[in-house]
T-cell receptor, first 113, second 114 residues
Framework: DAGVIQSPRHEVTEMGQEVTLRCKPI?????LFWYRQTMMRGLELLIY????????DSGMPEDRFSAKMPNASFSTLKIQPSEPRDSAVYFC???????????FGSGTRLTVV | AQSVTQPDIHITVSEGASLELRCNYS??????LFWYVQSPGQGLQLLLK??????LVQGIKGFEAEFKRSQSSFNLRKPSVHWSDAAEYFC????????????FGTGTRLLVSP
């Protein structure tokens, strides 16, 4: 298995633009998580899905953030409009039945200028 | 509230020396415990996990961790550090019933000196 795949690896965008981050979880995993990592706040759980259904989005910072999981093999995190304070590394992770450690992707480094 | 504490923000160890990274947890019941490593520009990689049983857990890359219920600790150790071990290390925990989210510590950055 290729692991959790995220794209793009790096994204530089201008303030106000829409940004879409993508994630392909490990096949067969039934949980998917989106995290944000910054120096100031560390790792923050934004949202997680179980069997493609959003379970807890209490970590999503604002209405500008939205996440979808249209099928078991794909998820997106969208920021619209983007702001400089959204600059961070965004990680996607997946897990099987929540009983094991999560497998993380390599992350998307987002820079909003 | 459930929490994971890593008291050391940075640790510097000489190459070849032993390493111990501290982790304490606060949970009502013994949680499941994990250690992750994050190399620069990479995602988090699972080093080892503890669910129950033997309190000394072996992981990848020569790491081990010891669960001590009396101290609510799950410290990570390595007998001889290599320069390639320089990275950030995260301790994490989750409740042991049903599905519960992982709670991460703030991380410890390991620097390895020649």
């Amino acid at each position: 298995d290729a692991g959790v795949i995220q794209s793009p690896r790096h994204e530089v965008t201008e303030m106000g633009q829409e940004v879409t981050l993508r994630c392909k979880p490990i096949s067969g995993h039934d949980y998917l998580f989106w995290y944000r990592q910054t120096m100031m706040r560390g790792l923050e759980l934004l949202i997680y899905f179980n069997n493609n259904v959003p379970i807890d989005d209490s970590g999503m910072p604002e209405d500008r953030f939205s996440a979808k999981m249209p099928n078991a093999s794909f998820s997106t995190l969208k920021i619209q409009p983007s702001e400089p304070r959204d600059s961070a590394v965004y990680f996607c992770a997946s897990s099987l039945a929540g009983n094991y450690g999560y497998t993380f992707g390599s992350g998307t480094r987002l820079t909003v200028v | 509230a459930q929490s994971v504490t890593q008291p050391d923000i940075h640790i510097t160890v000489s190459e070849g020396a032993s390493l111990e990274l501290r982790c304490n947890y606060s949970y009502g019941a013994t949680p499941y415990l994990f250690w992750y490593v994050q190399s620069p520009g990479q995602g988090l990689q699972l080093l080892l996990k503890y669910f129950s049983g033997d309190t000394l857990v072996q992981g990848i890359k020569g790491f081990e961790a010891e669960f001590k219920r009396s101290q609510s600790s799950f410290n990570l150790r390595k007998p001889s550090v290599h320069w390639s071990d320089a990275a950030e290390y995260f301790c994490a925990a989750r409740g042991n019933t049903g599905f519960q989210k992982l709670v991460f510590g703030t991380g410890t950055r390991l620097l390895v000196s020649p």
